[in-house]
């Protein structure tokens, strides 16, 4: 999911454009977009907006639901869990008991409605709590399926610039590094000013230098950005394939570490190569 | 407390200048400042001035204390828990268990002498384990006011330069994050160059964009720069009060989500113009 | 051990060259220099290595064992355990349980050989597990001699940038605070473009500036570059010597704290103080 198109749940008039957007994902909004007394109305749309999707189609679809702890989770969920549904993204989860939660309530809908496969889960890391617990909700259920770190919440009630970038990039390291643990993507967060293309592609090029898999677009002028970013570059293909050309050569010959143009590689760098080979080969973006 | 004045304890004769500054707190030490043979000498002077003060006063008052491993500390709190005390400043905090022994103690006391209302705590986060537990130390009791961050003790011992900007910068995120699990306000540490006010401006103004309430002062020079930069500009209050108008108009047609200037506002941009504004009428600096 | 020149344990042709190095230590790999059919020879060449070295010598001797939870573990341990051991350098350590086992073999180990005295540990933090669990680590066991952080296997695996400055910044921080929870040095990870002096003086230098007490080489070229940059330079003990001149003068006036050319200094700046003149005096490197 190099690039993941928000839509608002209480739009459905957007829905067909976003599908026919280049998006890898698209994100159906039950939380932030979506004031109040539109939370029903949106859920309904997208209810149903899930219920007519083809079994065949290219993009995974996602909708956020609100908070665990606001009166709207639970509802969210009964009206979402039906064939359709890919993936839910769950706002500011804070510990790996929150996870927990989520999956047990979803395996229980998923049996009562006859699902044929589980929703993963892609959780958000933007609280304080969460980001110092964010290793422990990667682990914490095999449903989750992704970070997913929001700057908006994490940032904004503390008083904490978005423009201080060493904070961002402090943020991500550590939500990377916690994703890492538990071996499944991290994804980076929304860029809001979406008049800034050279703004959002300095993010997503620093998340990409960090091993992120992809960033939120809140614009439809942000895919195809995301797109090309989040891909092994052509220069990192050619290079993947001359260390796994050296390996191979090396390895049978008994030697662990060599120079390739001057560079030590070992094993972690042939792995490293394998994994850029295995994603321009059309593998999962991790 | 944008501004909080160092004032060693064995130097009453500068206790009425210090109360006479522009510092919205003063912090009479007891620890570092005050070598072995004065503390007892300090602390008396520090108790007779808190005795002396009118009920009625415009500074917060605070006295550090020394470390609770040490053989002060229990003389240090018996001899100034008293009414003039606002805020007891302890050092080189490592764990919930300390903060709860100090909030155990300080109950005593208040109970013993009848004090009108409970001492807070201000929290150092100065030692690498205590920054680990910050966030622990942050929540273990509802007397802890503040994080206060101290970067010569942290730095010192482990030869880590206080020039290192990155380092210092990780440090402030971590400590001012630990401070938002428990919505208490975290201070910056003091910057020992008396000279560079440039410098200490530069600090302050980091700190300030990661949300910090205020920073310490140990040269009177220093107050009115860190009083100026820890409130709110014009020009966060006007953006401020433009979002808090663009909302109202919004979320009353149900829209959650939505563009001011091109820049995506929803609802922690929402809180955070709410606070901006709190804050420029004399609110809690938090 | 400001320098650590590594040697694949299968290229015994090396050994001698290493030992006439200027290194301080010198590192005898068993892990990912050596492919997995040669590892039974290279653990062979080490011990005969260690069999034969002269009671006295100047160098600090080490060897790099393959992680816990390989098959190469045990054998590995077996083997080395003797006598001209100083150190072993455990990859990928993740945990105070995986300390403790390996300090319960290496015991074991001793006690059956009869050995003088035993053998330290020189824990790798190079998983993002073991990175936030890095203290623990360090505090596990007084074995644990320092900790080495390794950027291949912490960063390739994940897709994390090496050029990334601020990530490779951030990660020496948490590593450098987690040795101090212990009072152990750390160690900075090797620099693999071995032709890249000046890459390679920078990371050393950045390191030095957050504590370190040195740098793995991959080559003989970058010995005497850590030689030189991880020990105090005359400035700094200059500096050092007068602020402990001082000190003495002003504690005995009762003063904790004064300024020195505007600088204000107290008790972690005199401590640092102390620190430096031992290290230049030819104490501990800490």
Redesign the interface.
Known sequence: MRSKLFV?G?RPELFAKAFASAADAISF?L?????A??KEGAREAVAAMLGGLPAERRQTVIVRVNALETPHFAADLAAIVRDGLDIVNVPKLESADEVRTVAELLAGLERARGLARPVRVLANIET??G??CA?EIAVADPRVAGLQVGF??L???????R??H??V???R?AV???A??AAIPSYDG?F?????AAGFRAEAEAAR???YAGKSC?HPSQIALANAIFRPSEAEIARARRILAAAEE??A?????F?LD????????I??AR??IAQASGGPHA
């Open positions: 608002p209480s909004d939380e932030d977009a979506v004031a007394e539109r304080p709590r980001l110092r290793a908006g919440d940032f904004e009630p503390y008083g904490i610039s423009r201080e060493a904070a990039a402090a943020i390291l990377r590094l916690a890492a643990e929304a809001t000013d979406v008049a800034d230098r960090l091993g809140i090396k390895l010959a008994g030697v662990g570490a120079l001057g560079v030590m590689i070992d094993e972690p760098f792995a490293r994994a850029v």
